[in-house]
């Protein structure tokens, strides 16, 4: 079974541009999460979806958003980057909704200039 | 917030040696889970304990919970280098589902 796959893994944008992250969960799995990881902060949740819902968010501005496909997939948006948005986003996938054994892929390190 | 909180947040053991690491939380949970992170990459499952167990076992292992204390304790034994990583617990947020909430996580490294 191919794992989680993240898309792409390194990014370098500027301040001010927007960006969108991909994560392709396991086969089968329908719910997926995000995470953002920094030297700081260390790991914080940003939304988990089950099904194409959004069932929660984490403390993070609007300008972070997301949303799922039909087929598990899941993309997340980030709409005018500042520097403190650098960071390892990271996507999970469970077989069910959330609290279970999660599945992590590689990551995206966002640079952001 | 962090849910969970890992101490020591760093240790350096030699190789052979026992790794034990602690992670308390404050909210009531129906399960706790430890993660791995190899330098910087994603994150590996590596055990989940359900609330009405103490102890758990996996290969080289071994978890407990104290669900009284709000606590669980990650013991690595027989340490080898490649266990060099970051150990992470976490609890489910909401008390039962909808994505993890990690603690800050300590920082192993085993001295060959």
């Known amino acids: 079974k191919a794992g989680v796959t993240q898309t792409p893994r390194y990014l370098i944008k500027t301040r001010g541009q927007q960006v969108t992250l991909s994560c392709s969960p396991i086969?089968?799995?329908?719910?997926v999460s995000w995470y953002q990881q920094t030297p700081g902060q260390g790991l914080q949740f940003l939304f988990e979806y089950f099904s194409e819902t959004q069932r929660n968010k984490g403390n993070f501005p609007g300008r972070f958003s997301g949303r799922q496909f039909s087929n598990s997939r899941s993309e997340m948006n980030v709409s005018t980057l500042e520097l403190g948005d650098s960071a390892l986003y990271l996507c999970?996938?469970?077989?069910?909704?959330?609290?279970?054994?999660?599945?992590f892929g590689q990551g995206t390190r966002l640079t952001v200039v | 917030s962090q849910q969970g909180e890992e101490d020591p947040q760093a240790l350096s053991i030699q190789e052979g040696e026992n790794a034990t690491m602690n992670c308390s939380y404050k909210?009531?949970?129906?399960?706790l889970q430890w993660y791995r992170q190899n330098s910087g990459r994603g994150l590996v499952h590596l055990i989940l304990?359900?609330?009405?167990?103490r102890e758990k076992h996996s290969g080289r292992l071994r978890v407990t919970l104290d669900t009284s204390k709000k606590s669980s304790s990650l013991l690595i034994t027989a340490s080898r280098a490649a266990d060099t990583a970051s150990y992470f617990c976490a609890t489910p947020r909401k008390g039962g589902a909808d994505g993890l909430t990690f603690g800050k996580g300590t920082h192993l490294i085993i001295q060959p």
């Open positions: 086969s089968g799995h329908r719910s």
């Open positions: 909210t009531s949970i129906n399960n």
């Open positions: 304990i359900r609330s009405n167990e």
């Open positions: 999970a996938s469970s077989d069910l909704q959330g609290g279970t054994e999660a599945f």
